[in-house]
């Protein structure tokens, strides 16, 4: 192929793609050394932008941040496993470095097509529970993955009753939810049923979720921050979320993230994907071409005073 040829390819393939991947084709697959590579991907079925049932900015299609979230727990797990040896290992050990064991129990939020949800499922996790509002895309997928360690639910994030962020000086983004009446169910209501049908009614040791911060705004972040409060018990839980940057809008939206984790009792950092160091060294794994737009915020819940 000469150069011209090459970039011409270059430039048709980009073209084929939204913020940076495929959100047309009916198929996609996930590949990853630690699933077998690429004659063991996940395979995703997605309603993309040529198909009718698609619904721009929903869990109809693939986003981004989906890719690097299976890379780090992909490579997180490759790390952990090196280390161990001939050990077991322990679940909340693995889940404070993003691996995961075969005890694990796992909890994905804001789904979409299941792709974080099925890479700990594929890695072998115990048990894997994956929720969305609108979770038929990754019931498809689950199904046809036959994975029966994954377990898809309907789940809304919901604001907790206890708690607000405080509105901050300069902040004139939404009204002061401070004011609200309180919604029912409350987010501790909302995830009681998940949490019951988890192993031992216990909290999961991972709680992982990609693109689930966008362009939302302070009421909606709150809702998902008591959610994932609500999930998280503290000294077991280590919760991982990958955001993007897609302009403006999103920091805004990180920043009512943040503001609702502090008041949520999480505590936590973001890191540049790129710059995420697996067991002190950088990243072997295949990353993929813009993980510098993206960070991943690692949280956990602080104990109660
Ligand atoms: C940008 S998509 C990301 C999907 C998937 N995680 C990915 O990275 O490909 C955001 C997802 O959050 C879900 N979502 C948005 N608001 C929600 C809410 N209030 N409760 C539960 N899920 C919600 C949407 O249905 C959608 O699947």
């Known amino acids: 192929m000469s150069a011209d040829d090459d970039i011409a390819a270059k430039e048709a393939e980009a073209l084929f793609k939204i913020h940076g991947v495929d959100q047309r084709s009916a198929e996609l697959a996930f590949s990853h050394p630690a699933l077998g590579g690429e004659d063991a991907p996940v395979r995703m079925r997605q309603d993309g932008s040529t198909s009718k049932a698609f619904v721009p900015g929903t869990s109809t299609v693939i986003w981004p941040c989906a890719y690097s979230l299976g890379d780090y727990l992909c490579d997180a797990t490759t790390a952990y496993r090196a280390k161990l040896g001939d050990g077991v290992g322990d679940a909340t050990e693995a889940a404070r470095v993003g691996a995961v064991t075969a005890d694990t129990v796992a909890v994905e939020l804001g789904a979409g097509l299941g792709l974080g949800g099925m890479v700990a499922a594929r890695l072998g996790a115990r048990h894997v529970a994956i929720t969305d509002s609108t979770p038929a895309a990754a019931s498809r997928n689950v199904q046809a993955n036959g994975l029966g360690n994954a377990h898809v639910s309907e789940l809304w994030w919901r604001r907790a009753a206890w708690r607000r962020a405080p509105k901050r000086d300069g902040d004139e983004s939404e009204s002061d939810i401070d004011d609200e009446p309180n919604e029912v169910p409350t987010a501790e209501d909302a995830v009681k049923p998940l949490l019951a049908s988890l192993p031992d009614g216990r909290a999961p040791h991972i ?92 949280l956990t819940k602080r104990a109660a005073a």
């Not at 911060?213 to 979320?241: F, H, I, N, W």
């Not at 697996?278 to 295949?286: F, L, M, Q």
């Open 207 to 298: 709680v992982i979720g990609s693109d689930i911060c966008y362009s939302q705004g302070k009421q909606e972040m709150q809702a998902l921050v008591d959610t994932l409060a609500a999930m998280c018990e503290p000294s077991r839980t280590t919760a991982y979320v990958v955001f993007e940057d897609r302009g403006d809008c999103c920091w805004g939206t990180l920043n009512h993230f943040w503001t609702a984790a502090e008041s949520a009792g999480l505590v936590g950092d973001p890191t540049p994907v790129e710059d995420v160091e697996i067991d002190g060294k950088k990243r072997s794994g295949p990353g993929r071409h813009n993980d510098s737009e993206r960070l991943l915020l690692r």
